[in-house]
Nanobody, 120 residues
């Protein structure tokens, strides 16, 4: 069974930094696009950043220049480096991945979410 396990959330002051990690575990053939989404109270879940297996990246306009997504294919892990954090970045951050369970079967997975709170 495939699982995505996130870590690295917490409380940080405005202007500070956090690094989120998400590791995929279990039995699977390969991992395709990995990404981070976030959901603030009363708002819809939104894409923050995504990265393909060959390292092409996409960012939400609100985080461009402040957040950096990266991945380590050998470790089946995706990272989100968040700098210059703002109170409006406060949300639950979710890891997402398209995983080939077999050569012929692809399924989308979500992590359990990690809270990021930006406050003084």
């Amino acid at each position: 069974q495939v699982q995505l396990v996130e870590s690295g959330g917490g409380l940080v002051q405005p202007g500070g930094s956090l690094r989120l990690s998400c590791a995929a575990s279990g039995s699977f053939f390969s991992i395709n696009t990995m990404g981070w989404y976030r959901q603030a109270p009363g708002k819809q879940r939104e894409l923050v950043a995504a990265i393909t297996r060959d390292f092409s990246t996409t960012y939400a306009d609100s985080v461009k220049g402040r957040f950096t997504i990266s991945r380590d294919n050998a470790k089946n892990t995706v990272y989100l480096q968040m700098n210059s954090l703002k109170p409006e970045d406060t949300a639950v951050y979710y890891c997402n991945a398209d995983i080939d369970e077999t050569r012929y079967t692809r399924r989308n997975y979500w992590g359990q979410g990690t809270q990021v709170t930006v406050s003084s």
